[in-house]
Each structure stands twice: as structure tokens, then as C-alpha cells.
């Protein structure tokens, strides 16, 4: 006898996912994560627009994640035209995308995953007895939104980042209030380090096969910007050559593609995979957590990310410090470089809060003849249905509630962006 365990809607995950489990009494026989959210087109209504144009529209795939999907395609346009910008742009660039991971961390962390561990249904349900928590959550997101706001002009669908550097950048004054608040966070960040030091999250999956791929930094310092794909299988390739090691795929019960490296291995993207292979790039503050809670880091585990997610907030909080001190002391700084609009090709893959984040853009004739993107969770969907189906098969024989209630988790630890991933070329 088959007996099918449904969850219709995945809840506190941006986009619209389900989870399909037919068991028998010998076991689980078919795990299927269903990405039921209609397919957007996002590269082929961009075709034939000019580049300006474009640029406009890709930061609106997602809310969650605009500043990343802005900048990074902006990156992969400047790329295409031969046009490489000054350091102080790319440090005011750093501190915008920054501004998006400590939004998206804090969201995920107290709002999205949180009260799985304390026993709630929602977050709202948790204010009677955590509203330090709830607190803490809204005054992080804010800082966040913050920087997004007054490096880009708004918080989401960014305008202000643009070919060469910025429309406009924020005033001095401006920067030295950002600088103000990111310090009043530090320590609320380091608060989410120890509170999620001490959940119980960290031994459900363990995937000895677990590979790993998040970019090499190219200044040397643990972040978002590269040059090259690192692995943990020791492997490294340039970005440009993205299509021979990530390899999508169509499954049949998905709008989304699953993708594969080298044809055919799980991979995860995201912050667990940016510390397994980075970790030695941090500094600071972050550098002495990662110290002390290493163990909580397990490259097999992919409920880790929670955590990893915690330990970076304490670093892009630092980061971003750093970052407008730097600015202060080169300040006045010209807000952008004229940019000729050059026939070519450029690839840039960037570290969104989720993970690795592909744009590879062709221009001609001063209009896009190319798009081609491959967001976090799309790369990570084939390795997360894998690990649903391990914790599935781990708890079968539990009553199916806890076994809904447990795959759930599953996905959301990879704190997946449905949206972003149903994006195909053509029809």
C-alpha cells in the first residue's frame, strides 16, 4: 500500500513550492519537490532591449534579492563593453550588495526559520515571549534596507546603481549615520551567533557527498565579488566557464531546472558553502566566532547554513564598517565614469545571500542579444530534493505531521528564493 504525504504550500519560503512523499510500509518510494510557481521570462522579454533598459528590469526578478540581481548584471554588462571601475565604486558596490545580505539574513533567520526551533507556527505568534528576537529582526532588516536606500536610491528594484558607478551617492553625513547604526547592530548580530549557537538544528542531514562551490574573492577578502568558482573538491574554474561545471537540467514536476556540476553531482551555494570554502578570509570579530563555534559549521549538514548565515551577519555588519570608513577618508569620490556602450560578451557570477548568482550578457548594437541567469536556488533544488528525501527517509515512520513539519525545515534551511528560480530562455 502507497500511502502519499502532501505538503500544498511550503510556508515562511519566499515563492510557491510543494513537497510529495509516497511511502509504502517497506519505506519511502518517491520524494518530489515541486516548484509549482508559473515560469517568468526574464531573460528573453530583455532581448532586444537596450542595455540601459534591461539593467532596469532584471532587479525586479525578486524583491528579496534585487540589489544582488542589479549589480550583478550591471557587473556582467560592464564586463561585456570592457569597462572596469574604479576600486571606490567597487567598495560602494561591496557595501550596496552588503546591505541585501544583512537584510535577507536577518529576515530569514528570526522571522523564516526561527520559529521552527522555538515551537511556533509564524513569527507573529512568538512577540508575547520574544520580542527582543522580533526586535532584533526588524532593527538588522532595517540597517539593511537602509544601506540599500540610500546607496540606491530605494530599498528594492534598485535605479541608482548604473553603468560606471552610482546616479548619486549619499552625502557624508549620510554615510557617517549608516556608520552609527551598523555599530548599534554588531551586537545584535553577535546575539544571533549565540542564539542560534544554541538551537538544535545541526544533526538531521548529513550528506558525506556534500560538494560545495562559492566564488574566490578576488581582493582577498571574504565576500562577494570574483574572478573564479572555488569547489571543495578542490577544483577551481573562471567564471567565464560557468556552462562546463554547472549544468542545468529540466525535471518533469518543476518549473524550475535542477542543476548538476560536471553533469552529474549534487552541489549546494549559499553561506555554509561560502565558509567551507572561505573561512580563512575572515576577519575580525567574525573570524573569532567561526573560531569558537566552528564545529556547528559542518560542511555535511545542510541545516549549517543557519548558522552560517548568523556568523556572516557579524561579518558584513563588520564589512560594511570598514567599508564606509575607507570612504570617508578618500571622500570627495566621483559618483560614476562615462561608459562607451562596446559590442561583446561578459559573464559575472556574484555571491547573492543565497548563493552563487550567474548573469552572462551579450551586447550588440548597444542592445542585449544574450541573457542568460542562474540563480542560488536553482542550483540548489536538485541537492535540496535529495536532502528532503533523506530526512524523509530518516523519519517515515514518524506520524506525518512531523514528517511534513520536518522536510519543511529542510527547505528552508537553504532559505530558497522560488521566485528566482523559474527562469528559462526560451518556451
Known sequence: MHIPITVDHIARVEGKGGIEIVTSDEGIKEVKLNIIEGPRFFEAITLGKKLEEALAVYPRICSFCSAAHKLTAVEAAEKAVGFTPRPEIQDLRDLLYIGDMIESHALHLYLLVLPDYLGYSNPLA????YM????????????GSKIMDYLASRAIHQENAILGGFGKLPTRSQFEELKKELKEALPMAEYTVELFSK?????????????????KPRNGVYGIFGDYIKVSDGFKFPVEDYKKHIVEKV?????????????????????????????????????????????LLRYDNCFANNFAQALELVYFVERAIDIIDDTLAKWPIKERDEVEIKDGFGVSITEAPRGLLVYALEV???KVDYADIITPTAMNLAIMERHVRMMAEKHWQDDPETLKLLTEMTVRAYDPCISCSVHVVKL
Open 364 to 366: 550588440k548594437d548597444g
Open 132 to 143: 527582543k528576537e522580533i526586535e532584533y529582526a526588524m532593527a538588522l532588516k532595517n540597517i
Open 126 to 129: 512568538m512577540v508575547d515571549k
Open 251 to 295: 525535471v518533469g514536476h518543476s518549473f524550475a531546472k535542477h542543476s548538476f556540476y560536471n553533469n552529474e553531482k549534487h552541489f549546494m551555494v549559499g553561506a555554509i558553502s561560502r565558509i567551507v570554502n572561505n573561512a580563512d578570509l575572515l576577519y575580525g570579530r567574525a573570524k573569532e566566532l567561526y573560531s569558537q563555534y566552528k564545529d
Open 199 to 215: 538551537l538544535d538544528q545541526y544533526e538531521e542531514v548529513k550528506d558525506e557527498e556534500m560538494i560545495h562551490m562559492a566564488v
